[in-house]
Protein backbone atom coordinates (compact mmCIF):
# COMPACT_ATOMS: atom_id res chain seq x y z
CA UNK A 1 0.00 0.00 0.00
CA UNK A 2 2.70 2.46 1.18
CA UNK A 3 4.28 1.72 -2.60
CA UNK A 4 0.85 2.79 -4.50
CA UNK A 5 0.93 6.04 -2.77
CA UNK A 6 4.48 6.84 -3.22
CA UNK A 7 3.57 6.07 -7.15
CA UNK A 8 0.57 8.46 -6.82
CA UNK A 9 1.88 10.99 -5.08
CA UNK A 10 5.51 11.41 -7.48
CA UNK A 11 2.97 10.64 -10.83
CA UNK A 12 1.32 13.74 -9.11
CA UNK A 13 4.33 15.94 -8.18
CA UNK A 14 5.61 15.25 -11.73
CA UNK A 15 2.29 17.04 -13.44
CA UNK A 16 2.55 19.55 -10.57
CA UNK A 17 6.23 20.71 -12.04
CA UNK A 18 5.89 20.27 -15.66
CA UNK A 19 2.13 22.48 -15.40
CA UNK A 20 4.86 25.06 -13.43
CA UNK A 21 7.32 24.77 -16.03
CA UNK A 22 5.38 24.73 -18.86
CA UNK A 23 2.32 26.88 -18.76
CA UNK A 24 3.21 30.97 -17.79
CA UNK A 25 0.17 31.79 -15.62
CA UNK A 26 -1.21 29.56 -12.85
CA UNK A 27 -3.65 29.40 -10.08
CA UNK A 28 -5.07 26.47 -8.56
CA UNK A 29 -9.31 26.05 -7.75
CA UNK A 30 -9.51 25.33 -3.88
CA UNK A 31 -12.88 23.96 -2.96
CA UNK A 32 -11.31 23.07 0.66
CA UNK A 33 -12.76 19.33 0.09
CA UNK A 34 -10.86 16.30 0.97
CA UNK A 35 -9.43 16.00 -2.81
CA UNK A 36 -8.30 19.69 -3.08
CA UNK A 37 -6.58 19.81 0.13
CA UNK A 38 -4.83 16.96 -0.93
CA UNK A 39 -3.81 18.78 -4.12
CA UNK A 40 -2.37 22.00 -1.91
CA UNK A 41 -0.41 19.31 0.07
CA UNK A 42 0.90 17.72 -2.68
CA UNK A 43 2.15 21.82 -4.17
CA UNK A 44 3.85 22.01 -1.16
CA UNK A 45 6.11 18.83 -1.25
CA UNK A 46 6.66 19.91 -4.93
CA UNK A 47 7.62 22.86 -4.47
CA UNK A 48 9.68 22.44 -1.03
CA UNK A 49 6.92 23.88 1.43
CA UNK A 50 4.94 26.45 -0.64
CA UNK A 51 2.50 27.25 -3.13
CA UNK A 52 4.15 29.03 -5.71
CA UNK A 53 0.42 30.41 -7.57
CA UNK A 54 -2.77 31.58 -6.41
CA UNK A 55 -4.82 29.22 -4.74
CA UNK A 56 -8.90 30.55 -5.93
CA UNK A 57 -11.62 29.49 -4.16
CA UNK A 58 -15.71 30.08 -5.93
CA UNK A 59 -17.74 30.90 -3.15
CA UNK A 60 -21.08 31.22 -3.91
CA UNK A 61 -21.68 32.63 -0.20
CA UNK A 62 -23.47 29.32 0.47
CA UNK A 63 -20.88 26.99 1.86
CA UNK A 64 -21.21 25.71 4.73
CA UNK A 65 -19.72 27.49 8.24
CA UNK A 66 -16.78 24.36 9.01
CA UNK A 67 -15.91 25.44 5.35
CA UNK A 68 -15.00 28.82 5.61
CA UNK A 69 -13.95 28.30 9.00
CA UNK A 70 -11.41 25.78 7.74
CA UNK A 71 -10.14 27.98 4.57
CA UNK A 72 -9.11 31.16 6.62
CA UNK A 73 -7.02 28.27 9.15
CA UNK A 74 -5.04 26.85 6.75
CA UNK A 75 -4.63 29.96 4.44
CA UNK A 76 -3.21 31.22 7.60
CA UNK A 77 -1.05 28.27 8.41
CA UNK A 78 -0.07 27.36 5.09
CA UNK A 79 0.35 31.44 4.10
CA UNK A 80 -1.48 30.14 0.73
CA UNK A 81 -1.85 33.38 -1.44
CA UNK A 82 -5.92 33.21 -1.41
CA UNK A 83 -8.13 34.56 -3.39
CA UNK A 84 -11.81 34.61 -3.73
CA UNK A 85 -13.89 34.97 -6.78
CA UNK A 86 -17.85 35.92 -5.69
CA UNK A 87 -19.65 33.89 -8.09
CA UNK A 88 -22.84 35.45 -9.96
CA UNK A 89 -26.11 35.21 -8.48
CA UNK A 90 -28.57 32.34 -9.91
CA UNK A 91 -30.55 34.94 -11.74
CA UNK A 92 -28.26 35.20 -14.17
CA UNK A 93 -27.61 31.43 -14.87
CA UNK A 94 -29.20 29.46 -18.25
CA UNK A 95 -32.77 29.13 -17.01
CA UNK A 96 -32.91 25.95 -19.25
CA UNK A 97 -31.23 24.09 -16.64
CA UNK A 98 -32.99 22.39 -13.98
CA UNK A 99 -33.05 24.22 -10.34
CA UNK A 100 -30.43 22.46 -8.77
CA UNK A 101 -28.00 22.51 -11.43
CA UNK A 102 -28.77 26.38 -12.35
CA UNK A 103 -27.40 26.53 -8.30
CA UNK A 104 -24.67 24.34 -9.28
CA UNK A 105 -23.75 26.50 -12.76
CA UNK A 106 -23.40 29.73 -10.59
CA UNK A 107 -19.02 28.03 -10.02
CA UNK A 108 -18.70 27.74 -13.75
CA UNK A 109 -19.42 31.50 -14.19
CA UNK A 110 -17.07 32.62 -11.59
CA UNK A 111 -14.45 30.81 -12.69
CA UNK A 112 -14.91 32.37 -16.51
CA UNK A 113 -15.01 35.80 -15.10
CA UNK A 114 -11.47 34.12 -12.87
CA UNK A 115 -10.20 33.73 -16.64
CA UNK A 116 -11.74 37.39 -18.14
CA UNK A 117 -9.96 39.30 -15.12
CA UNK A 118 -6.90 37.23 -14.16
CA UNK A 119 -6.05 36.02 -17.91
CA UNK A 120 -4.62 32.77 -16.50
CA UNK A 121 -3.47 29.92 -19.03
CA UNK A 122 -3.70 26.96 -16.63
CA UNK A 123 -6.76 26.38 -14.07
CA UNK A 124 -5.43 23.03 -11.56
CA UNK A 125 -8.14 21.19 -10.12
CA UNK A 126 -8.55 18.00 -7.74
CA UNK A 127 -11.05 16.66 -9.65
CA UNK A 128 -10.52 12.27 -10.11
CA UNK A 129 -11.49 9.78 -13.05
CA UNK A 130 -13.49 7.61 -10.58
CA UNK A 131 -15.66 10.33 -9.06
CA UNK A 132 -18.07 10.78 -12.00
CA UNK A 133 -18.79 9.35 -15.93
CA UNK A 134 -17.96 12.47 -17.07
CA UNK A 135 -14.81 13.29 -15.45
CA UNK A 136 -13.54 9.65 -16.66
CA UNK A 137 -13.40 10.98 -19.91
CA UNK A 138 -10.90 13.89 -18.83
CA UNK A 139 -7.34 14.18 -19.74
CA UNK A 140 -4.28 15.61 -17.25
CA UNK A 141 -3.67 18.34 -19.53
CA UNK A 142 -7.62 19.18 -20.88
CA UNK A 143 -7.50 22.33 -23.20
CA UNK A 144 -10.80 24.50 -22.97
CA UNK A 145 -11.87 28.14 -24.77
CA UNK A 146 -11.80 30.69 -22.74
CA UNK A 147 -15.20 30.42 -22.49
CA UNK A 148 -14.95 27.11 -20.64
CA UNK A 149 -16.28 24.74 -23.19
CA UNK A 150 -15.18 21.44 -23.00
CA UNK A 151 -14.87 19.33 -26.45
CA UNK A 152 -15.14 16.04 -25.02
CA UNK A 153 -14.56 14.31 -28.63
CA UNK A 154 -11.46 16.32 -29.18
CA UNK A 155 -9.01 16.41 -26.68
CA UNK A 156 -4.75 15.54 -27.16
CA UNK A 157 -3.46 11.63 -26.43
CA UNK A 158 -1.22 11.83 -23.31
CA UNK A 159 0.75 7.96 -23.42
CA UNK A 160 3.45 7.67 -20.86
CA UNK A 161 3.66 10.43 -19.29
CA UNK A 162 3.91 12.92 -22.30
CA UNK A 163 1.71 15.38 -22.13
CA UNK A 164 0.68 18.29 -24.65
CA UNK A 165 1.22 21.60 -22.53
CA UNK A 166 1.58 23.92 -25.93
CA UNK A 167 -1.80 25.19 -27.13
CA UNK A 168 -3.26 27.81 -29.66
CA UNK A 169 -4.17 31.25 -28.45
CA UNK A 170 -7.24 31.44 -26.80
CA UNK A 171 -6.98 28.16 -25.45
CA UNK A 172 -6.79 27.86 -21.32
CA UNK A 173 -5.78 24.50 -19.79
CA UNK A 174 -7.47 22.39 -16.99
CA UNK A 175 -4.68 20.75 -15.12
CA UNK A 176 -5.73 17.59 -13.25
CA UNK A 177 -2.83 16.41 -11.14
CA UNK A 178 -5.29 13.89 -9.19
CA UNK A 179 -6.95 12.43 -12.17
CA UNK A 180 -5.71 8.96 -11.93
CA UNK A 181 -6.63 8.71 -7.83
CA UNK A 182 -9.74 7.14 -6.46
CA UNK A 183 -11.45 8.00 -3.25
CA UNK A 184 -9.75 5.72 -1.12
CA UNK A 185 -6.22 6.32 -2.66
CA UNK A 186 -7.12 10.24 -0.97
CA UNK A 187 -8.30 8.60 2.40
CA UNK A 188 -5.69 6.64 2.76
CA UNK A 189 -2.84 9.35 1.49
CA UNK A 190 -4.52 11.95 3.67
CA UNK A 191 -4.10 9.36 6.96
CA UNK A 192 -0.73 7.99 5.93
CA UNK A 193 0.26 12.28 5.96
CA UNK A 194 -1.74 13.84 8.51
CA UNK A 195 -3.53 16.30 6.24
CA UNK A 196 -5.78 18.32 7.58
CA UNK A 197 -9.67 17.32 6.87
CA UNK A 198 -13.02 19.49 7.24
CA UNK A 199 -14.59 17.67 10.33
CA UNK A 200 -18.10 17.47 8.06
CA UNK A 201 -16.45 14.60 6.42
CA UNK A 202 -16.52 12.58 9.99
CA UNK A 203 -20.23 11.49 11.32
CA UNK A 204 -22.13 13.20 13.80
CA UNK A 205 -25.33 11.59 14.57
CA UNK A 206 -25.27 9.03 12.11
CA UNK A 207 -24.32 11.55 8.84
CA UNK A 208 -21.83 12.49 7.48
CA UNK A 209 -20.36 14.10 4.12
CA UNK A 210 -18.50 12.27 1.23
CA UNK A 211 -18.94 14.99 -0.82
CA UNK A 212 -18.56 19.00 0.21
CA UNK A 213 -20.79 21.74 -1.99
CA UNK A 214 -22.80 24.34 -1.37
CA UNK A 215 -25.33 23.91 1.59
CA UNK A 216 -28.47 24.27 -0.82
CA UNK A 217 -28.01 21.25 -3.02
CA UNK A 218 -25.28 19.02 -0.77
CA UNK A 219 -26.68 16.81 1.76
CA UNK A 220 -25.02 14.34 4.39
CA UNK A 221 -25.63 10.14 3.71
CA UNK A 222 -25.66 7.65 6.35
CA UNK A 223 -22.73 6.44 8.03
CA UNK A 224 -21.06 6.01 11.43
CA UNK A 225 -17.32 6.25 10.35
CA UNK A 226 -16.33 9.04 12.66
CA UNK A 227 -12.47 8.50 11.64
CA UNK A 228 -10.48 7.70 8.89
CA UNK A 229 -9.64 4.01 9.66
CA UNK A 230 -13.57 4.10 9.76
CA UNK A 231 -14.11 5.67 6.62
CA UNK A 232 -11.60 3.35 4.79
CA UNK A 233 -13.33 0.22 6.17
CA UNK A 234 -16.54 1.95 4.95
CA UNK A 235 -15.36 2.89 1.53
CA UNK A 236 -14.26 -0.86 1.00
CA UNK A 237 -17.85 -2.41 1.13
CA UNK A 238 -20.05 0.33 0.28
CA UNK A 239 -21.78 0.64 -3.29
CA UNK A 240 -23.27 4.05 -2.35
CA UNK A 241 -21.75 6.03 -4.93
CA UNK A 242 -19.61 9.14 -3.75
CA UNK A 243 -21.82 12.13 -5.05
CA UNK A 244 -24.85 10.63 -3.82
CA UNK A 245 -25.32 13.41 -1.80
CA UNK A 246 -25.15 15.78 -4.48
CA UNK A 247 -29.02 16.77 -5.55
CA UNK A 248 -27.76 18.11 -8.94
CA UNK A 249 -26.43 14.57 -9.89
CA UNK A 250 -29.70 13.11 -9.68
CA UNK A 251 -31.79 15.88 -11.02
CA UNK A 252 -31.82 15.00 -14.99
CA UNK A 253 -29.56 12.57 -16.65
CA UNK A 254 -27.81 15.26 -19.38
CA UNK A 255 -27.16 17.58 -16.55
CA UNK A 256 -23.94 17.07 -15.01
CA UNK A 257 -22.45 16.63 -18.91
CA UNK A 258 -24.30 19.71 -19.98
CA UNK A 259 -22.38 21.72 -16.96
CA UNK A 260 -18.89 20.01 -17.50
CA UNK A 261 -19.05 21.23 -21.30
CA UNK A 262 -19.90 24.11 -20.66
CA UNK A 263 -16.98 24.65 -18.32
CA UNK A 264 -17.97 23.19 -14.95
CA UNK A 265 -14.79 21.90 -12.86
Same mark, same amino acid.
Given at each position: ?18 ? &? ?24 ? @? ?5 P ?6 ? *? ?13 ? @? ?8 V ?15 L?? @?A ?11 ? $??? &? ?7 R????? $? ?18 ? #? ?5 ? #? +??? *??F #???? +???? +???? +? ?23 ? #??? %? &? ?13 ? *??G ?18 ? %? @? ?9 ? %? ?7
Open positions: MTADLDYLESQSIYILREA &YNRIDKLALLWSIGKDSNVLLWLCRK @AFFGRVFPVVQLD *TAMELQEVYDFRDRI @AGEWDLDLREACPPEADMDQTLPPTR @AARKTEGLKNLLR $TGK &YQGIMVGIRDEQA $TRAKERVFSPRSLEGDWDVK #DQPAEFW #D +HYK *TR #DEGT +HVRI +HPLL +HWTELDIWRYSKREGIPIVPLYFAK #DGK %R &YRSLGEKNITFPVDS *TATIDEIIAELVVTRIPERAG %R @AMDNEAEDSFE %RLRSSGYM
